[in-house]
C-alpha cells in the first residue's frame, strides 16, 4: 500500500541571562510519514544549558540532551512481506478489503506476497530508544596562567525493540501459530576528567611554554535483555502476549568495561 509521503517539525528556543549567568533551552518535534504504509517516525528532542561565572576566577556550566524516538517499519529484505516488492507484483485486480472492511490475505487470492495493508493492520514492528546526554563543567583560574578544569559527562540509552507476527497468515502463520519477540538494551558510559594547564609566554612572547596534566575515568555498562518465542494466542488485540514455546530467552547480559588514564 502507499500514500503521501510527509514530514512536520517545529522547534522553540529560549535564553535568558544576567549578571554572568545565562541559561539556553531549546526543544522540537519531528513527525515523519513514510510513502510506504506503516512506515512512521516520531522524534521529541530537548536541549538545556546553563552558565554561571561565580567570580573572575572560578566558573560553571551544564549542560543536557534528551530525545525520545519512536519507529515503526516493515522488513526492508527480499521477503514476501516486504511493501516495494509487493507494489510490483501484486495485480489490481486482486482485492485487498474483506466485504466486512477488514484487510484480505488468503493465498488463494494472495499467491505472490502477503497483503501489506493486512501486514500493516495485523502484525507489529516497533522501535523506542531514549537517549540522554548530560555534561557538567568547572574551571577555576589559580593564577592567571594557570587554570585548572573538572570535566564530567554522561550518556544514557535506552532501546526497546518488540515483534509481533500474527498467527493467522504472514511469516508466523500455522505450523508456527503466531511469534513475538522482545528486546532491551541498557547502555550508560560516563567520563570524568581533570586537568591541570600551564600557559606562559617568556623572552618578549617569543617564546610559549605549555604544559598539560590530567586524569581521565570512563567507565561504560551494557546490559542485555531478549526474550521471544512462538504460539501466540488466536487474538490480534493482545499487545505483549504470552507465547507457548519460547524460543530465545537470554537472562540478563551486563559487560563493564573501565579506563584510567594520566
Known sequence: ????????????????????????????CLREQSPVIGS???????????????????????????STCKQTGESAGSS??????????????QEAYKADGSPEYVRSIYE???????????DRKIN??????GNADMTYKIIPSLIFKARYGVDYSNI??????????????????????ATYRRVFNYV?????????????????????GGHESQKAINSNIVAGGTGVPLT?????????IPTASTPIEQTENSLESY
Open 1 to 28: 500500500g502507499g500514500r503521501k509521503g510527509l514530514q512536520q517539525q517545529r522547534k522553540l528556543s529560549a535564553w535568558s541571562g544576567k549578571n554572568g549567568t545565562s541559561v539556553v533551552g531549546c526543544g522540537g
Open 192 to 212: 570524568v576528567s581533570t586537568t591541570l594547564e600551564y600557559n606562559q609566554r617568556f623572552l618578549d612572547n617569543k617564546l610559549d611554554l605549555n604544559l598539560l
Open 112 to 122: 505472490q506476497v502477503f497483503n501489506p495493508l493486512a501486514i500493516n493492520a495485523y
Open 236 to 244: 490480534t488485540s493482545v499487545a505483549f502476549p504470552s507465547v507457548s
Open 128 to 133: 523506542n530508544t531514549s537517549k540522554i546526554l
Open 80 to 93: 514476501f512481506r516486504n511493501p516495494i516488492i509487493a507494489a510490483y507484483v501484486l495485480r489490481p485486480t
Open 40 to 66: 512512521e517516525c516520531k522524534r521529541d528532542t530537548g536541549t538545556l544549558k546553563g552558565t554561571l561565572q561565580a567570580s573572575e576566577k572560578l566558573s560553571f556550566s551544564v549542560g543536557a540532551n534528551m
Open 160 to 181: 526497546e525493540e518488540t515483534q509481533y507476527l500474527n498467527p493467522f497468515f504472514g511469516d508466523a502463520r500455522p505450523p508456527t501459530n503466531g511469534s513475538f519477540f
